[in-house]
């Protein structure tokens, strides 16, 4: 066996206590019957073992923090006097450790200047980089309701490939009222829908297959992200497109092509219902 994508994302997370009882408990039953990602666990084990050893961090001493507050105060005062006041009393709080604090205060020096420099610079990059980060957040949250869907006995909390069964279930679940087209002509027939939570908001998705892939759509409001409409999460593809205020997530393990021709498919289906 092979592991793939999916299973290495579970695997990890349950590696981390990332995952619900429920699912923890699932991946437990696989590992227990699967030697190759028992194999694999005790790997992921002993790398965190190994790097928690080689990184085992420094203890910061005692005196940085006086050392800070005088190299601070060199750097900011204009009166020598009183600069030399205060250094004179950070050595005698430092007392028998003032010589070997003595390189921390150039260390210190240049740290307060990278903090205050890159702080600056940082605060706008994270700014302009906002967008991305939160379109980002709930994409690994779709992408994670996507996989538990998969290793749940059915991807779905109802079943049915008619529109007018799936969509009016979701009536008292969810505040969004999705449109759920049936593309089995096409060859993405709907099976199904359940609700998802993502970012706290309840959600409805639908689910759909293509051969014996799933596809999950889940339908978030819009907040006029304007970001890529597609992406390759740990070996999974996510398409996205925004109709009116809301907007519309496909994710499966899908060749990007297919994936992209559903996607197209759906949003020309949108926007003619519009």
Known sequence: MTIDNQTLLLLNAYHDGELSP????????RIDREPELAAMMRRLANLSSDLTDALPGNPVP??????????LSL??????????ERIDENASMLGANSRAATPWRSMAASLVIGVAAGGLAGGYV?????????????????????LRGLIAPQP???????????KPWFNG?????????????QGFPLV??????????VVPTMVFKRRQHTISVTVTTSS???VSASNVVDGTNVRRWTVGDLTYWAVSDLNPAELSSFAALYEKTLSGSQ
């Open 126 to 146: 994270m700014y302009l980089s906002q967008e991305e980060r939160q379109v980002s957040t709930i994409e690994h949250e779709i992408l994670a309701a996507h």
């Open 75 to 84: 750097d900011v005062t204009g009166d020598d006097g009183a600069t030399d």
């Open 22 to 29: 429920g699912e923890a408990l699932s991946m437990q039953d």
């Open 173 to 185: 679940k969810t505040t969004i009222a999705p449109t759920a087209p049936d593309f089995s002509a």
């Open 156 to 166: 779905f909390d109802i079943a049915s490939s008619q529109s007018h069964v799936v």
């Open 62 to 71: 005692d005196s940085l923090r006086s050392t800070v507050i005088a190299s």
């Open 224 to 226: 006029g992200m304007a």
């Open 192 to 201: 199904g829908g359940r609700v998802d939570v993502i970012s706290g908001q």
